[in-house]
């Protein structure tokens, strides 16, 4: 049972809630255009099982497989509480790794650029985590948690984690003491100075504390969103690959080869030595920070926000039926072109290119939708015929500020 699957519709309707009752109450966290570019980043990351496995289930059948410890029995209450609680202890080590080691950070950096807190910021992740991140839970496998165990405590830990990215809960007293809350997680969304690579626990925050990572809300100090090297894009590439780009570039550009080498494994912020005076070319920020939020029309996020209910749809139909099989890796194709097209629209980008674009997009879709059922075809089609509708109007329209 794909447990993450099941409550992807409960975290939608979590997220109109809340953006619901922000509205309502004057405190409203949303922009569309970043909770645009979270969710389809999310969809992204889901969607990559179509075109890439990780590595690490067969490194997990084969610690399965030598283990000198007997298997655990899934029956009983006991284990399943043994096995939740490691598992977060193994999460811990794998997100702090995230945030201090370049090479895991390139991965883990997408669910931090967000310029605001709310609970699409939860579902915006890394379509690249698979590639070492499963390097961490490898002690499970080895003192024998069966792959069902491990599957359900980990998809339950991450579903927990949903519940605390919003602005809209205080502290919770005792509960601080020991459980992941929207507080301390926000200081973890931090890019503060006295916030960073703070509170990496999953579930419990008693880690943390432990290991000396915890670092209180504090009322004096307002949480400032996002990275501290802003991409300033929407573009779901952008997202995925601007720090393996910038580890690459370090590495070709310096001269010193034990330099060169340490470069992937070093911290975020490290930069060898003889390139250190060239750290403003990547964009560090000097003065106030402000977010990234170029002005567009109305109508222009009219259809981006149809364009990501097309993404939407696309995903849900190759996770939850059987009319798409064969055609997974099409699917996550025409996803991420629709991703980067929507992103330049939200850009303010020129109207010109979009009729082409909206025009390519339409006869694309419609060509995949003559290999689904009518009903669904129809749908697709519709979708695709609203969202460009809404931006051959906006193409003629200055941009206005309506954020």
């Not at 049972?1 to 519709?9: D, F, K, Y």
């Not at 499963?134 to 927990?160: Q, R």
């Not at 109305?298 to 993404?311: E, H």
């Not at 674009?357 to 009518?374: D, G, H, M, N």
């Given at each position: 049972?794909?447990?993450?699957a099941?409550?992807?519709?409960?975290?939608?309707?979590?997220?109109?809630?809340?953006w619901?009752?922000?509205?309502?109450?004057?405190?409203?966290?949303?922009?569309l255009?970043?909770?645009v570019?979270?969710?389809?980043?999310?969809?992204?990351?889901?969607?990559?099982?179509?075109?890439?496995?990780?590595?690490?289930?067969?490194?997990?059948?084969?610690?399965?497989?030598?283990?000198?410890?007997?298997?655990?029995?899934?029956?009983?209450?006991e284990?399943?509480?043994?096995?939740?609680?490691?598992?977060?202890?193994?999460?811990?080590?794998?997100?702090?790794?995230g945030?201090?080691?370049?090479?895991?950070?390139?991965?883990?950096?997408?669910h931090?650029?967000?310029?605001?807190y709310?609970?699409?910021?939860?579902?915006?992740?890394?379509?690249?985590?698979?590639?070492?991140?499963?390097?961490?839970?490898?002690?499970?496998?080895?003192?024998?948690?069966?792959?069902?165990?491990m599957?359900?405590?980990?998809?339950?830990?991450?579903?927990?984690?949903?519940?605390?990215?919003t602005?809209?809960?205080?502290?919770?007293?005792?509960?601080?003491?020991?459980?992941?809350?929207p507080?301390?997680?926000?200081?973890?969304?931090?890019?503060?100075?006295?916030?960073?690579?703070?509170?990496?626990?999953?579930?419990?925050?008693?880690?943390?504390?432990?290991?000396?990572?915890?670092?209180?809300?504090?009322?004096?100090?307002?949480?400032?969103?996002?990275?501290?090297?802003?991409?300033?894009?929407?573009s779901?590439?952008e997202?995925?690959?601007?720090?393996?780009?910038?580890?690459l570039s370090?590495?070709?550009?310096?001269?010193?080869?034990?330099?060169?080498?340490?470069?992937?494994?070093?911290?975020?912020?490290?930069?060898?030595?003889?390139?250190?005076p060239?750290?403003?070319?990547?964009?560090?920020e000097?003065?106030?920070?402000?977010?990234?939020?170029?002005?567009?029309?109305?109508?222009?996020?009219m259809?981006g926000?149809?364009?990501?209910?097309?993404?939407?749809?696309?995903?849900?139909?190759?996770?939850?039926?059987?009319?798409?099989?064969?055609?997974?890796?099409?699917?996550?194709?025409?996803?991420?072109?629709?991703?980067?097209?929507?992103?330049?629209?939200?850009?303010n980008a020129?109207?010109?290119?979009?009729?082409?674009?909206?025009?390519?997009?339409?006869?694309t879709?419609?060509a995949?939708?003559?290999?689904?059922?009518?009903?669904?075809?129809?749908?697709?089609?519709?979708?695709?015929?609203?969202?460009?509708?809404?931006?051959?109007?906006?193409?003629?329209?200055?941009?206005?500020?309506t954020?």
């Amino acid at each position: 049972m794909n447990l993450i699957a099941l409550a992807v519709p409960f975290f939608l309707l979590a997220i109109a809630i809340e953006w619901l009752w922000g509205r309502w109450s004057g405190r409203d966290t949303y922009r569309l255009t970043d909770a645009v570019s979270s969710l389809t980043l999310g969809g992204l990351s889901q969607a990559r099982r179509f075109v890439a496995l990780g590595v690490g289930g067969s490194v997990y059948a084969w610690l399965s497989s030598v283990t000198p410890f007997a298997t655990w029995t899934a029956e009983g209450w006991e284990a399943w509480i043994v096995a939740f609680c490691l598992y977060d202890l193994c999460y811990y080590c794998s997100h702090r790794a995230g945030h201090e080691i370049k090479l895991f950070w390139a991965a883990h950096v997408v669910h931090h650029q967000s310029e605001d807190y709310n609970l699409s910021t939860a579902l915006r992740q890394t379509s690249s985590g698979f590639l070492f991140g499963w390097i961490f839970y490898t002690p499970l496998f080895f003192i024998g948690v069966p792959v069902e165990m491990m599957v359900t405590v980990g998809a339950l830990n991450l579903i927990y984690q949903f519940w605390v990215h919003t602005e809209h809960v205080g502290e919770l007293g005792w509960f601080e003491y020991v459980f992941v809350s929207p507080s301390n997680h926000r200081v973890h969304h931090a890019r503060n100075t006295c916030y960073l690579d703070r509170n990496y626990g999953g579930v419990f925050i008693i880690w943390d504390r432990l290991f000396g990572t915890y670092q209180r809300e504090l009322p004096s100090e307002p949480c400032v969103y996002g990275i501290t090297k802003p991409i300033r894009s929407w573009s779901p590439v952008e997202a995925w690959i601007h720090v393996y780009r910038d580890i690459l570039s370090d590495m070709v550009r310096t001269r010193r080869w034990g330099e060169r080498l340490w470069v992937p494994f070093s911290h975020p912020a490290w930069q060898p030595s003889d390139l250190r005076p060239d750290a403003t070319s990547r964009g560090e920020e000097h003065g106030p920070f402000e977010k990234y939020d170029p002005k567009i029309s109305r109508v222009r996020k009219m259809s981006g926000a149809a364009n990501l209910i097309q993404i939407t749809v696309l995903l849900l139909l190759a996770q939850q039926s059987e009319i798409l099989v064969g055609f997974e890796g099409y699917v996550w194709a025409l996803m991420l072109w629709l991703g980067v097209a929507n992103a330049a629209l939200l850009s303010n980008a020129d109207s010109r290119l979009f009729r082409l674009q909206e025009i390519v997009k339409v006869l694309t879709l419609s060509a995949f939708a003559l290999q689904l059922p009518t009903f669904t075809a129809v749908l697709v089609i519709s979708l695709a015929l609203l969202g460009t509708g809404w931006q051959w109007i906006g193409s003629k329209e200055v941009a206005v500020a309506t954020s």
